[in-house]
Nanobody, 126 residues
Framework: QVQLAESGGGLAQAGGSLGLLCKVT????????LAWFRRAAGKDREFVAA?????????TYADSVKGRFTISRDSAYNTVSLRMETLKPDDTAVYYC??????????????????WGQGTSVTVSP
């Protein structure tokens, strides 16, 4: 059974930093695209960042986090990370990691991913 487990969420002040980690078990994700999405209270799920299986591809970021967040993957440990810097109160949300094989849709679309974690909460105070 493939499972994704996020960790690293918590509280931060505006301008601060947090790092999120997603551990994948049950499958080697060598050929999977990986992404982070988030859902703020009362809002729809929102794309944050994605990284493809192809090491020659550059990561993709939502405009709202570009220049502040960094996604990376470690195939040796089957983990995908999200480094968040210069946090803003608008970054407050539950963050989810997602995984899916290529060809399912746009990399910034939830439909491109068929496996999801349970989420980890991030709260940024003013």
């Amino acid at each position: 059974q493939v499972q994704l487990a996020e960790s690293g969420g918590g509280l931060a002040q505006a301008g601060g930093s947090l790092g999120l980690l997603c551990k994948v078990t049950g499958r080697n994700f060598r050929w999977d695209n990986l992404a982070w999405f988030r859902r703020a209270a009362g809002k729809d799920r929102e794309f944050v960042a994605a990284i493809t299986w192809n090491p020659d591809d550059m990561p993709t970021y939502a405009d709202s986090v570009k220049g502040r967040f960094t996604i990376s993957r470690d195939s040796a440990y089957n983990t995908v990370s999200l480094r968040m810097e210069t946090l803003k109160p608008d970054d407050t949300a539950v963050y989810y990691c997602a995984m899916g094989r290529p060809g399912r849709g746009g990399i910034d679309s939830p439909g491109a991913y068929d496996l999801w974690g349970q989420g980890t909460s991030v709260t940024v105070s003013p």
